[in-house]
Nanobody
């Protein structure tokens, strides 16, 4: 059974930093592209960042490029999202996802975590 468990969310102020973690189990982690998406109530889930299993290529949404580096540790079966210079508009539930393709489309990801709340106050 595949499990993705996010952690590291919380309430911070504008300009602060957070690091989200996602621990994966039940899959061959090194063979999966890992991604972060986010969602606010009433809106569709939005792509944030992804890291390819092959070659560790990365891709980012324009809104977070340069602020939210994504990384992975295949030895620990974990993916991270370092969130820098946080803004109120970054407030959302952040989800970890695993899939086989290198994509920004949520439909391409097979497995999802339960999400972790990030709230940025102004």
């Amino acid at each position: 059974q595949v499990q993705l468990v996010e952690s590291g969310g919380g309430l911070v102020q504008t300009g602060d930093s957070l690091r989200l973690s996602c621990a994966a189990s039940g899959l061959t982690f090194s063979g999966y592209t890992m991604a972060w998406f986010r969602q606010v109530p009433g809106k569709e889930r939005e792509f944030v960042a992804t890291i390819f299993w092959k070659g560790y290529s990365t891709s980012y949404a324009d809104s977070v490029k340069g602020r939210f580096p994504i990384s992975r540790d295949n030895a620990e079966n974990k993916v991270y999202l370092q969130m820098l210079s946080l803004k109120p508009e970054d407030t959302a539930v952040y989800y970890c996802a695993a899939g086989r393709l290198f994509s920004s489309k949520s439909s391409e990801y097979n497995y999802w975590g339960q999400g972790t709340q990030v709230t940025v106050s102004s």
